[in-house]
């Protein structure tokens, strides 16, 4: 409950008085009930926190799949010199995918460790999220969505692939012959990428990135016919879903801020976190996906080789570890032999779909929609290259502890303000856990973010536009270099130990949902600290944050979780940071490029403050 002042003291800071009478009249009343009822709950399942964090995290959620949950990922792209060997290079992922699904299948995987609290031992990781990316699926509900843990023994043997919007179940495993061959796979995929384009496929792809509620009222639509169900079953079944994208996003998904840096020919950063994230919308390649299904490989026309999946499945630290250790073993590959021995499967089988008038309405109302979720995304991508995390370990300092700071110093220079801030903390060290929320709002952070914007007019005039009354003008403490040091320290040993407290299992965000879910379950009224306007504003997560370690340089990326907020996904790598900042135009306040160019500005600043610190 103290912990939970705290941030009411720093975001919500009009509340502050009126909270405390809240959290005495809980601790004095029913909090101490609801606490012994999450006691009682955890003798009886293995997390008591996962199931319900999962519906209030993801399934209970309205939004569309695209942008705001499924996260993207661009990696280095691929070089093709005809279109037989971009088929070679997927029917070798998909081989490699295989190996990796028979792994799984067979609890195969090495336990992954990390240290223990007390640093003296290596702590076993849940391994869970590992073991059920392949076997999930989420079906969309009309009062909240359902997440299908596929039976191995009916699902898996086929995958999907998606081209020209149009998609064909391929077999890869057949119960008279088992697996079929990496040129039987080739052979297979060639014939899907030589299929011409058809004006008239309806892009019965685009209707998963509707609202859940609406996309859950069209499927009941789609079911009606007979070999809509099929087709859904198949989908629905599938290992994976590959996308064969015969198209690239034009120029005007580019950011001018990353005019110099290319990814692939003329398209930057920013383009292809797009073409991972929405694939341009249903004018380009948006509606070549089926978002519900957890992995979606992307193959471009350009050689982008990339991935979107839906997040309810698992972290990304799971997924992309794969992801990448499968690539890597592709690449180490030798190039294929020529000769190719003819295969007598049947052609891969194209979903044909029985569509209504009203389902025709459907895919136009989710195109629109779509579309103009799309048009609001505005993404930046900075490659920050001034020093890397060995600059950082020297100075002592968490490299993840920085970065949050340097977030939150960029948010008050440009905003005059901190806000409720998400960062993702793994909690493998619990069977079936998940993530809890390291919150970086502070008030030593918010101290320190001062200190350094004294004098900063810009910063003076966003304080200004906060205060209450016109008239009102912020005074200004002049501040010195030392003073400055102290406070930054401060700041570093608050995040440190909100840090090391939530990855320990020591987080306020899972403990407040379970206090939250067990009043709501015993029918009793809610506690009035649940129902306070400040708990909504605590909750309203203006900044959402992720450390993305990928093995090597990517570009990875998510929406803003609120219309006025900021999403923020940074890689640290040895050579430098990747920050993938995201914004919705329609805000007006937020801007992804004044962000980026701020937060650049920023970790300079903070440079500058720890050299001058050193040479005193």
């Known amino acids: 409950m103290q912990k939970y002042l705290t941030q009411v003291e720093v975001v919500a800071p009009d509340h502050l008085e009126k909270n405390r009478t809240l959290v005495r009249a809980f601790l004095s009343g029913p909090g101490p009930k609801l606490q012994q009822r999450l006691l009682e709950r955890k003798q009886k399942v293995n997390n008591w926190a996962t199931a319900w964090w999962l519906?209030?995290?993801?399934?209970?959620?309205?939004?569309?799949?695209?942008?705001?949950?499924?996260?993207?990922?661009?990696?280095?792209?691929?070089?093709?010199?005809?279109?037989?060997?971009?088929a070679v290079f997927l029917a070798r992922f998909l081989t490699e995918l295989l190996n990796y699904q028979e792994l799984l299948d067979s609890c195969g995987l090495e336990v992954q460790r990390v240290k223990s609290k007390d640093g003296k031992s290596m702590q076993p990781l849940c391994m869970a999220q590992h073991y059920q990316m392949f076997r999930i699926y989420r079906r969309p509900g009309t009062n909240g969505d359902e997440q299908l843990i596929l039976d191995r023994a009916t699902s898996g043997d086929h995958i999907i692939v998606a081209h020209h919007n149009q998609f064909y179940s391929v077999p890869v495993r057949a119960p008279d012959r088992g697996r079929i061959t990496e040129s039987e796979l080739v052979q297979q995929i060639l014939t899907i990428m030589e299929a011409k384009a058809d004006p008239r496929t309806p892009p019965v792809g685009v209707l998963t990135t509707a609202e859940r509620p609406v996309w859950a009222r069209a499927r009941e639509e789609l079911l009606k016919n007979e070999r809509n169900r099929h087709n859904l079953e198949l989908l629905e079944k599938c290992l994976c879903v590959v996308c064969v994208d015969d198209d690239v996003l034009p120029a005007t998904f580019n950011n001018p801020y990353n005019k110099e840096d290319r990814w692939i020919g003329d398209r930057d950063y920013a383009n292809v976190l797009h073409h991972a994230l929405h694939g341009g919308g249903s004018r380009h390649l948006g509606a070549n996906r089926w978002f519900d299904k957890t992995v979606h490989l992307i193959l471009g026309k350009d050689g982008l080789w990339g991935l979107t999946y839906e997040h309810s499945a698992g972290e990304a630290a799971s997924i992309f570890d794969a992801f990448e250790e499968l690539t890597a073993k592709v690449d180490a590959m030798p190039p294929p032999e020529e000769n190719t021995i003819p295969s007598h499967l049947p052609a891969p089988e194209k979903l044909t779909w029985q569509l209504s008038e009203q389902s025709l309405n459907d895919i136009r109302d989710a195109m629109t929609s779509f579309d103009a979720l799309v048009e609001d995304l505005d993404l930046c991508i900075l490659w920050f290259k001034d020093y890397s995390k060995e600059f950082i370990k020297s100075c002592k300092i968490s490299p993840d502890v920085y970065i949050q700071l340097a977030l939150q110093f960029t948010h008050f220079r440009l905003h005059g303000n901190l806000v409720a801030t998400y960062e993702s903390a793994g909690i493998?060290?619990?069977?079936?856990?998940?993530v809890d929320c390291i919150r970086a709002a502070s008030p030593e952070a918010l101290a320190w973010a001062k200190a350094m914007c004294q004098g900063d007019p810009e910063t003076t005039n966003q304080q200004n536009s906060n205060s209450d009354e016109g008239t009102k003008r912020v005074q200004f403490t002049i501040y010195s270099q030392e003073r400055i040091k102290e406070l930054f320290?401060?700041?570093v040993q608050r995040q440190t130990k909100e840090m090391n407290d939530n990855i320990t299992g020591q987080g306020i965000d899972n403990?407040?949902?379970?206090?939250?879910?067990?009043?709501?379950?015993?029918?009793?009224p809610m506690p009035e600290i649940f129902t306070n306007q400040a708990y909504e504003i605590v909750n309203h997560f203006a900044?959402?944050?992720?450390?993305?370690?990928?093995?090597?340089?990517?570009?990875?990326?998510?929406?803003?979780?609120?219309?006025?907020?900021?999403?923020?996904?940074?890689?640290?790598?040895?050579?430098?940071?990747?920050?993938?900042?995201?914004?919705f135009h329609g805000d007006g306040r937020t801007n992804a490029t004044r962000f980026a160019r701020t937060l650049e500005q920023s970790l300079r600043d903070m440079a500058?403050?720890?050299?001058?610190?050193?040479?005193r």
């Open 489 to 491: 320290d401060l700041a």
């Open 511 to 524: 403990h407040l949902m379970g206090l939250r879910y067990t009043a709501k379950e015993t029918g009793e």
């Open 608 to 615: 500058a403050m720890l050299k001058q610190a050193g040479q």
């Open 543 to 583: 900044l959402s944050t992720s450390q993305v370690t990928t093995k090597n340089d990517a570009i990875v990326g998510y929406g803003p979780v609120v219309p006025d907020g900021y999403g923020c996904a940074y890689n640290i790598r040895n050579n430098g940071v990747i920050f993938s900042v995201s914004a």
């Open 428 to 434: 493998r060290r619990f069977a079936f856990g998940r």
């Open 55 to 86: 519906n209030d995290m993801y399934l209970s959620i309205p939004l569309p799949l695209p942008i705001n949950v499924n996260p993207g990922l661009v990696t280095k792209p691929r070089t093709f010199s005809n279109q037989k060997d971009a």
